[in-house]
Nanobody
Framework: VQLQASGGGLVQAGASLRLSCAAS????????MGWFRQAPGKERESVGA????????DYADSVRGRFTISRDNAKNTASLQMNSLTPEDTAVYYCAASRRWSYREDDYNYWGQGTQVTVSS
Protein backbone atom coordinates (compact mmCIF):
# COMPACT_ATOMS: atom_id res chain seq x y z
CA VAL A 1 0.00 0.00 0.00
CA GLN A 2 1.32 3.44 -0.94
CA LEU A 3 -0.03 6.42 0.93
CA GLN A 4 -0.03 10.11 0.16
CA ALA A 5 -1.19 12.67 2.66
CA SER A 6 -2.36 16.11 1.65
CA GLY A 7 -4.35 19.08 2.86
CA GLY A 8 -1.98 20.70 5.29
CA GLY A 9 -1.47 24.42 5.50
CA LEU A 10 -1.26 27.53 7.64
CA VAL A 11 -4.39 28.46 9.57
CA GLN A 12 -5.30 30.64 12.51
CA ALA A 13 -6.26 29.31 15.91
CA GLY A 14 -9.87 28.20 16.00
CA ALA A 15 -9.96 27.28 12.33
CA SER A 16 -10.64 23.91 10.77
CA LEU A 17 -8.60 21.86 8.34
CA ARG A 18 -9.20 18.56 6.62
CA LEU A 19 -6.36 16.23 5.77
CA SER A 20 -6.70 13.48 3.23
CA CYS A 21 -4.78 10.29 2.71
CA ALA A 22 -4.95 8.65 -0.69
CA ALA A 23 -3.98 5.00 -0.91
CA SER A 24 -3.03 2.85 -3.82
CA UNK A 25 -3.62 -0.86 -3.94
CA UNK A 26 -6.62 -3.12 -3.83
CA UNK A 27 -6.30 -4.10 -0.17
CA UNK A 28 -6.84 -0.69 1.41
CA UNK A 29 -10.05 -1.86 3.05
CA UNK A 30 -8.20 -4.51 5.04
CA UNK A 31 -6.01 -2.01 6.91
CA UNK A 32 -6.47 0.00 10.03
CA MET A 33 -5.67 3.59 9.13
CA GLY A 34 -3.89 5.73 11.66
CA TRP A 35 -2.97 9.36 11.85
CA PHE A 36 0.17 10.48 13.64
CA ARG A 37 1.86 13.81 14.12
CA GLN A 38 5.28 15.10 15.01
CA ALA A 39 5.78 18.56 16.41
CA PRO A 40 9.16 20.30 16.28
CA GLY A 41 11.48 18.87 18.88
CA LYS A 42 9.02 16.19 19.94
CA GLU A 43 8.53 12.52 19.25
CA ARG A 44 5.89 11.37 16.84
CA GLU A 45 2.60 10.62 18.54
CA SER A 46 -0.63 8.92 17.65
CA VAL A 47 -3.58 11.16 16.85
CA GLY A 48 -6.09 8.40 16.29
CA ALA A 49 -7.10 5.44 14.20
CA UNK A 50 -10.02 3.97 12.29
CA UNK A 51 -10.69 0.28 11.79
CA UNK A 52 -10.70 -1.36 8.39
CA UNK A 53 -14.49 -1.12 8.04
CA UNK A 54 -14.80 2.27 9.69
CA UNK A 55 -16.94 1.07 12.58
CA UNK A 56 -14.33 1.74 15.22
CA UNK A 57 -12.42 4.92 15.88
CA ASP A 58 -10.41 6.20 18.76
CA TYR A 59 -8.44 9.32 19.46
CA ALA A 60 -5.70 10.72 21.61
CA ASP A 61 -7.03 12.63 24.60
CA SER A 62 -5.51 15.83 23.25
CA VAL A 63 -7.71 15.78 20.14
CA ARG A 64 -10.81 13.86 21.19
CA GLY A 65 -13.91 15.89 20.47
CA ARG A 66 -12.09 18.14 18.00
CA PHE A 67 -10.73 15.71 15.43
CA THR A 68 -12.64 13.11 13.43
CA ILE A 69 -11.20 10.30 11.35
CA SER A 70 -13.19 8.81 8.52
CA ARG A 71 -12.56 6.63 5.50
CA ASP A 72 -14.10 5.77 2.18
CA ASN A 73 -12.99 2.32 1.12
CA ALA A 74 -14.61 2.68 -2.28
CA LYS A 75 -12.32 5.63 -2.98
CA ASN A 76 -9.27 4.32 -1.09
CA THR A 77 -9.13 7.41 1.06
CA ALA A 78 -8.95 8.29 4.72
CA SER A 79 -9.51 11.72 6.19
CA LEU A 80 -8.73 13.65 9.32
CA GLN A 81 -11.12 16.50 10.03
CA MET A 82 -9.56 18.91 12.50
CA ASN A 83 -11.67 21.54 14.21
CA SER A 84 -10.90 24.19 16.81
CA LEU A 85 -7.23 24.06 16.00
CA THR A 86 -4.73 25.48 18.46
CA PRO A 87 -1.03 26.32 18.07
CA GLU A 88 -0.32 23.10 19.98
CA ASP A 89 -1.66 21.18 16.98
CA THR A 90 1.19 22.47 14.83
CA ALA A 91 3.03 19.44 13.49
CA VAL A 92 3.75 17.30 10.49
CA TYR A 93 0.83 14.93 10.13
CA TYR A 94 1.24 11.42 8.76
CA CYS A 95 -1.23 8.79 7.70
CA ALA A 96 -0.26 5.17 8.07
CA ALA A 97 -1.69 1.70 7.52
CA SER A 98 -1.58 -1.32 9.79
CA ARG A 99 -2.79 -4.90 9.52
CA ARG A 100 -3.92 -4.75 13.14
CA TRP A 101 -5.84 -2.41 15.40
CA SER A 102 -3.11 -0.40 17.07
CA TYR A 103 -1.85 3.01 18.13
CA ARG A 104 1.77 1.93 18.15
CA GLU A 105 4.00 3.24 15.41
CA ASP A 106 5.79 -0.09 15.21
CA ASP A 107 2.57 -1.80 14.13
CA TYR A 108 2.18 0.44 11.09
CA ASN A 109 3.85 -0.92 8.00
CA TYR A 110 3.06 1.78 5.48
CA TRP A 111 3.45 5.53 5.85
CA GLY A 112 2.58 8.59 3.86
CA GLN A 113 5.12 11.35 3.39
CA GLY A 114 3.57 13.77 5.88
CA THR A 115 1.85 17.11 5.48
CA GLN A 116 2.64 20.23 7.48
CA VAL A 117 -0.05 21.84 9.61
CA THR A 118 0.79 25.18 11.17
CA VAL A 119 -1.63 26.94 13.48
CA SER A 120 -0.92 30.57 14.30
CA SER A 121 -2.17 32.27 17.45
Amino acid sequence: VQLQASGGGLVQAGASLRLSCAASGRTFSSYTMGWFRQAPGKERESVGAISWGGSRTDYADSVRGRFTISRDNAKNTASLQMNSLTPEDTAVYYCAASRRWSYREDDYNYWGQGTQVTVSS
